[in-house]
């Protein structure tokens, strides 16, 4: 089990997860943030542990002047209208942008956070180019029409001051766009997991509200050796085994290679929830994969590894 899969039971088990578990989460978030880079020296974690708290619960202002465009020609207009959740990822002119943005891999996680959320959570692009003709080149080079914010003056980080480092440029932030997470989740899978556990917190209150049942199922999944250029299929199997109904709010994979199919329809007693899991490997190598599934049993979410190698 993953970190932020210790997060949530530790917050499941413990607590009454209501306010969409807004006040807990605040609670240990710097505990949280700060061991997502544990690896650092002891001064880059004091430092980033003054980051954390600094930026927690502060709230990111837009300038006037921002205009939302797709691949520099149209307009998107009341792209910054309210809501649920905001992710808010700057870039500036420093090193290679097409390197640091990844826009592939966001066209990915923005299609996966719709697919989840049900397109309650807004992704903003602000970004600070040396010259606008090659970033627009590599907007439409990449093919990425999600609208973004072509922001030559730098407005967003001289009223923002926005941290230099990249780790620290993505926002997770509520409905009053303040800063409940910080961290790239492009850059960092444990960013991308702690994200994904604070947008679907509601998936948790739910399934706690239901009358719980009790499940058997594996903990592990080994896919085996495999072709690393062919998808693999794997089943999981749930059975359950209480006196009610069996209701699976949601699954959520731990990166965008992994994927789930499921009936959405809930289990009876003693019958089973198939789940068909699909990994497309990236490249070569081991894998060691979280797969966590929101349903109304006690310790939801439960956690599935799944684990092999693409060669």
């Keep these: 089990m993953g970190l932020c899969g210790y997060f949530f039971v530790y917050l499941a ?18 505990f949280v943030c700060i061991l997502l880079f544990v690896s650092c020296q002891n001064s880059d974690k004091s430092r980033i542990a003054h980051m954390i708290d600094e930026w927690d619960g ?21 792209f910054l209208k309210d809501s649920r959740y905001t992710i808010v990822t700057y870039a500036d002119s420093i090193g290679c942008m097409g390197c640091k943005l990844k826009l592939p891999v966001w066209k990915d996680f923005i299609s996966y956070l719709d697919s989840v959320s049900d397109h309650t959570v807004k992704v903003i692009f602000i970004l600070h180019p040396r010259d606008k003709k090659e970033m627009v080149h590599l907007l439409v080079y990449n093919d990425f029409s999600y609208p973004v914010c072509l922001d030559i003056k730098g407005s967003f980080d001289k009223i923002n001051k926005i941290p230099s480092n990249l780790a620290f440029q993505t926002f997770l932030l509520d409905n009053r766009n303040k800063v409940i997470a910080i961290g790239n989740p492009i850059h960092n899978p444990n960013v991308r997991t702690l994200y ?21 199922l594996p903990e592990t999944i080994d896919m085996g050796v495999f072709d690393w250029s062919e998808e693999k299929e794997a089943m999981l199997i749930i059975k359950n085994l209480g006196v009610v109904s069996l209701t699976v709010e949601n699954i959520v994979t731990s990166c965008g290679c992994t994927s789930v199919e499921y009936s959405r329809r809930p289990v009876s007693l003693k019958d089973s929830l198939v789940i068909k899991i699909k990994y497309k490997a990236e490249s070569p190598g081991y894998f060691n994969k979280d797969i966590a599934i929101y349903c109304n049993v006690p310790s939801s979410p439960v956690y599935v590894k799944l684990s092999g190698k693409a060669q």
């Design 196 to 216: 994904l556990n604070l947008i679907l917190s509601d998936s948790i209150c739910k399934s706690r509200d239901l009358i719980q049942t009790k499940i058997s």
């Design 58 to 78: 502060k709230e990111i202002i837009y300038p006037d002047d921002l205009v939302f465009t797709t691949m520099g020609e149209d307009t998107v207009k009341w």
């Design 13 to 30: 088990s413990g607590f009454v997860v209501c306010v969409k578990c807004l006040l807990l989460m605040r609670a240990i978030f710097i």
